[in-house]
Each structure stands twice: as structure tokens, then as C-alpha cells.
């Protein structure tokens, strides 16, 4: 596997993603109320491997929220732009995981 190919693909599509939710936060008519993660760093390759799969996973859990919270308002169009997004993360989750040779768990929400 190019790791480094891989992760420049990621880098664009996480850009094209911001682009996407700012238009829907625009359209929405909002602004963004975030802070940034503390980016954690490693001089180990597979620990800053490690970080990323954690965050992708986290990510895939928050736009999961999202798509459901879309649904409930019935903004439809939303839902699917952010579902597009999601297909992108669980591509860069898997990516990650078989980089570290570890296999992607599915998430399910808890009843």
C-alpha cells in the first residue's frame, strides 16, 4: 500500500468535505461553532497511523448523528450530501486500518 499516495487522496477529499458542510452551513444559514481537536503527534509512523483511524472513526460516528439529525428536520438533500461524505470516511477508515493491519469493527448504535 503508498501510504503517502493514500493519504494525500485523503487530504483532498477532507477538503472538498469542509467545502460541502461550509455551503450547508451557509445555506442554513448559521456559523460554525467548533474548536479544533489537539492534533496528536508520534515520532512512530503507525502511532500517527493509529490517531488518524481514531479519528476517522470518531468522524463516522458524528456524521452518522448528523445524517439522523438531517432526517429529522427533513432536510433530505443534507442528509445525502453528508451520507456522500461518509462513504469517503468509512474509504479512508478502511484504508487506514489495513495500513495497520487491523480490521474496520462495524458501528452500530446501542438500543
Known amino acids: ?6 493519504l494525500e487522496k485523503h487530504a483532498a477529499q477532507e477538503l472538498s468535505h469542509a467545502l460541502i458542510i461550509a455551503k450547508q452551513i451557509d445555506y442554513l444559514g448559521g456559523m460554525p461553532a467548533v474548536e479544533a481537536k489537539t492534533v496528536r503527534t508520534s515520532e512512530k ?18 456524521y452518522r448523528e448528523r445524517v439522523r439529525q438531517c432526517e429529522e428536520l427533513a432536510e433530505y438533500a443534507m442528509s445525502e450530501q453528508i451520507r456522500e461524505i461518509l462513504i469517503d470516511e468509512q474509504d479512508h477508515q478502511i484504508a487506514l486500518a489495513t495500513a495497520l493491519g487491523k480490521s474496520v469493527q462495524p458501528q452500530h448504535k446501542a438500543a
Open 1 to 6: 500500500m503508498n501510504i503517502a499516495g493514500e
Open 45 to 62: 509512523a503507525t502511532e500517527m497511523l493509529q490517531f488518524d483511524l481514531e479519528n476517522e472513526t470518531e468522524t463516522i460516528r458524528n
